[in-house]
């Protein structure tokens, strides 16, 4: 039914500093980031040459020991995989790649965060960040593009699958009908969420309001047309009711259901490239 083009890129640490952060909210961080001092912006490791043209490719962001401060940066081993180094305190995350861009000839990356606290060094990092420090972006790895044949667009996530599911928008363009449901927390500001999604119908609900609420406005949409794409981005568990009606309720095609876990409760640095449901990783 819809066949999503499958690109892949090379795998390459690329070294990058701070040079904007914009905040978005209370707990929401945008950080735009350029290539560090230095660093020759014809090479393969400048972030001219980072490609994400998908809208959830992602890039793994290596963070400074949250101990020391010292960046420790992987390289590219044998196999085209990432070599962390030894004996030292290697933290990354994944994140997708809000936007590209080249300004003043500088190439510029955005990344958008969402703030905990310091429960997690990511968050605790971007909370701190300012102009001039310094992480490591590698990848992204490979791109999923969009689909041809695409009548209606349904999104569905919470704030962490914003970035994407924005990319989502901006992507498909205005022509094409897009419904957007997000659950967010009381202190992420609703207007950003509109603004990020504009072009969309959007929904949104709060999380305060109770668990179940993304599965139950997915049901009170009435199923989906023969040539809608679904697309699911946000906590895992929230998601797996939302897939199982989809796919063993509805009965539609995996072509058709893409879901995908960002984060799940009370586990660290989930990986979201393993099944969302496994009881059913179809």
Same mark, same amino acid.
């Given at each position: 039914m819809f066949d999503r083009p499958r690109t892949r890129l090379d795998l390459v640490p690329r070294r990058a500093r701070v040079h904007a952060v914009h905040e978005l909210g209370d707990t929401l961080r945008r950080?735009?980031?350029?290539?560090?001092?230095?660093?020759?912006?014809?090479?393969?490791?400048?972030?001219?040459?980072?490609?994400a043209p998908g809208p959830e490719d992602h890039v793994k962001v290596f963070l400074p020991d949250p101990g020391t401060g010292e960046l420790h940066a992987p390289t590219l081993a044998?196999?085209?995989?990432?070599?962390?180094?030894t004996g030292v305190v290697s933290i990354s995350r994944d994140y997708t790649v809000r936007a590209t861009r080249v300004v003043d000839g500088a190439a510029e990356v955005d990344v958008d965060w969402v703030l905990h606290g310091d429960e997690g060094p990511a968050s605790a990092w971007a909370a701190r960040a300012v102009e001039?420090?310094?992480?490591?972006?590698?990848?992204?790895?490979?791109?999923v593009g969009i689909p041809a044949g695409i009548g209606r667009l349904t999104l569905v996530g919470d704030e962490t699958g914003l970035p994407a599911l924005a990319r989502w928008v901006e992507a498909v363009g #205005?022509? +094409?009908?897009?419904?957007?449901?997000? /659950?967010?927390?009381?202190?992420?500001d &609703? @207007?950003?969420?509109?603004d990020e999604l504009d072009g969309a119908t959007v929904e949104i609900l709060y999380r305060t309001d109770g668990p179940g609420?993304?599965?139950?406005?997915? #049901?009170? +949409?009435?199923?989906?047309?023969?040539? /809608?794409?679904?697309?699911?981005?946000? &906590? @895992?568990?929230?998601?797996?009711?939302?897939?199982?009606y989809l796919r063993r309720e509805l009965g539609l095609p995996a072509e058709q259901v893409?879901?995908?876990?960002?984060? #799940?409760?009370?586990?660290?640095?989930l990986d979201h490239h393993l099944p969302l449901d496994p009881?059913?990783?179809d």
């Open positions: 950080t735009t980031f350029r290539d560090v001092d230095g660093a020759d912006p014809a090479a393969p490791t400048s972030l001219a040459a980072l490609r044998a196999d085209g995989g990432l070599q962390r180094p001039g420090d310094e992480i490591v972006l590698a990848g992204p790895r490979g791109s #205005r022509d +094409l009908p897009v419904t957007a449901i997000v /659950e967010i927390g009381d202190d992420v &609703e @207007a950003h969420v509109e609420q993304l599965a139950e406005a997915v #049901r009170s +949409l009435g199923g989906l047309e023969h040539d /809608e794409l679904f697309v699911g981005l946000g &906590e @895992a568990g929230d998601l797996v009711p939302v897939r199982r893409a879901v995908s876990g960002y984060w #799940r409760r009370g586990v660290v640095n009881g059913d990783p």
